[in-house]
Nanobody
Framework: QPVESGGGLVQAGDSLRLSCVAD????????MAWFRQAPGMERELVAA???????????DAVKGRFTISRTSRTRAFNTIYLQMSSLKPDDTALYFC?????????????????WGRGTQVTVSS
């Protein structure tokens, strides 16, 4: 199960970095992604990254402000990050890390079978 960390309370315009580790005893490399869910809203995809880190996808709302990355093959490869800059109050949500098996990359939530419990990001105006 993925485990997220790094959430917190920040002011608008600040930056924050989320981390996620998805350990797996089979040493399989997962496609991974960040989703978020604000109160009263549906869960939405924020960013996704493929198995070797060469391809990324961003939701329009975060393009140019957020960056998803993953560690190199020489380390725990199922570790991803979400660098968030120029944060806005609309970015306030519970952020989830997810891992998908058997696909190089996906932007579809139903492909992600392993989910973390989430880390709260709150941006004050």
């Amino acid at each position: 199960q993925p485990v997220e960390s790094g959430g917190g309370l920040v002011q608008a315009g600040d930056s924050l970095r989320l981390s996620c580790v998805a350990d797996d005893s089979t040493h399989e490399i997962f496609a991974m992604a960040w989703f978020r869910q604000a109160p009263g809203m549906e869960r939405e995809l924020v960013a996704a990254i493929n198995v070797d880190g060469s391809t990324t996808y961003y939701a329009d709302a975060v393009k140019g402000r957020f960056t998803i990355s993953r560690t190199s093959r020489t380390r725990a490869f199922n570790t991803i990050y979400l660098q968030m800059s120029s944060l806005k109050p609309d970015d306030t949500a519970l952020y989830f890390c997810a891992a998908a098996r058997g696909t190089p990359m996906s932007i579809m939530s139903h492909d992600y079978k392993f989910w973390g419990r989430g880390t709260q990001v709150t941006v004050s105006s």
